[in-house]
């Protein structure tokens, strides 16, 4: 299971919000450690499901699509 905190040279963080217990909308982003070193892009992904990517800083939700 994805969890925030660092995983394969990205620092990931979740942030989501609950109604009820229910999670009604969350983000993902992932930021290399190291730019450059430990990954060359930065990603945001959210319920949408469509995965962004952002080589020059960190991805959001205005950021390229993956093709």
């Not at 994805?2 to 620092?11: D, M, P």
């Not at 290399?32 to 930065?42: I, L, P, W």
């Not at 959210?46 to 950021?63: E, F, L, P």
């Amino acid at each position: 299971m994805l969890a925030a905190g660092i995983k394969s040279g990205y620092n990931i963080t979740y942030k989501g919000t609950v109604a009820s217990g229910v999670v009604g909308s969350y983000t993902i982003v992932a930021i290399a450690v190291t730019q450059g070193v430990s990954g060359q892009r930065s990603f945001f992904t959210d319920a949408s499901g469509v995965i962004r990517a952002d080589q020059a800083a960190g991805a959001t939700a205005s950021s390229t699509p993956l093709s």
